[in-house]
T-cell receptor, first 118, second 113 residues
Framework: AQTVTQSQPEMSVQEAETVTLSCTYD???????LFWYKQPPSRQMILVIR??????QNATENRFSVNFQKAAKSFSLKISDSQLGDAAMYFC???????????????FGQGTILTVHP | DGGITQSPKYLFRKEGQNVTLSCEQN?????MYWYRQDPGQGLRLIYY???????QKGDIAEGYSVSREKKESFPLTVTSAQKNPTAFYLC????????????FGDGTRLSIL
């Protein structure tokens, strides 16, 4: 079974600074997808960024970028120029592509609470 | 606008009572999912359905039941067999393609009276 681990329960950053959230995962599959979701106090789950495992190039979405290290099974999220609105719980998630009845399932990490200080 | 609607937003259950959480989507998505979130924890998969009239158990299905009679609807019943139902429940949907991300509803908070 796949597992996703976020080792930082809480992180904080000053507004306009850069912060990196860590995520590691364990899988025996070679083809899969990784996601970062943001959950603000409203509890809505918002997709931040995604990475296809077959792509070597790291995904970027405006101020958000990832450092995907497939051999190390590491998938960190970097937030540049942090804003007050970035404050939220961030979840790393894994989605396999092995087919069968487990196809499409998301496995989540425990989450990291990000605080942004003005 | 297309989206996922969960209702009610808050729900209270009495001992020995079954309650049903509603999830409706108008995104024409094939797959639908139910997750449970406990305080300070990640989401855990309860049940999921990739097609109408078919569904599979997730990681924590005991004490829950679902149905998928229509493409747009995937209700979750929390039965009296679920001894610790207090949690935040999130419904999600996606297209069948693995490339498509899951879209989430706004959630239902279930508490025990």
């Amino acid at each position: 079974a796949q597992t996703v681990t976020q080792s930082q329960p809480e992180m904080s950053v000053q507004e306009a600074e850069t912060v990196t959230l860590s995520c590691t995962y364990d899988t025996s599959e070679s083809d899969y997808y990784l996601f970062w979701y943001k959950q603000p106090p409203s509890r809505q789950m918002i997709l931040v960024i995604r990475q296809e495992a077959y792509k070597q190039q790291n995904a970027t979405e405006n101020r958000f970028s990832v450092n995907f290290q497939k051999a190390a099974k590491s998938f960190s999220l970097k937030i540049s120029d942090s804003q007050l609105g970035d404050a939220a719980m961030y979840f790393c998630a894994y989605r396999g592509n092995a087919g069968g009845t487990s196809y499409g399932k998301l496995t989540f990490g425990q989450g990291t609470i990000l605080t942004v200080h003005p | 606008d297309g989206g996922i609607t969960q209702s009610p937003k808050y729900l209270f259950r009495k001992e020995g009572q079954n309650v049903t959480l509603s999830c409706e989507q108008n995104l024409n998505h094939d797959a639908m999912y139910w997750y449970r979130q406990d305080p300070g924890q990640g989401l855990r998969l309860i049940y999921y359905s990739q097609i109408v009239n078919d569904f599979q158990k997730g990681d924590i299905a005991e004490g829950y039941s679902v149905s998928r009679e229509k493409k747009e609807s995937f209700p979750l019943t929390v039965t009296s067999a679920q001894k610790n139902p207090t949690a935040f429940y999130l419904c999600a949907s996606s297209r069948a393609s693995i490339l498509k991300p899951q879209h989430f509803g706004d959630g239902t908070r279930l508490s025990i009276l």
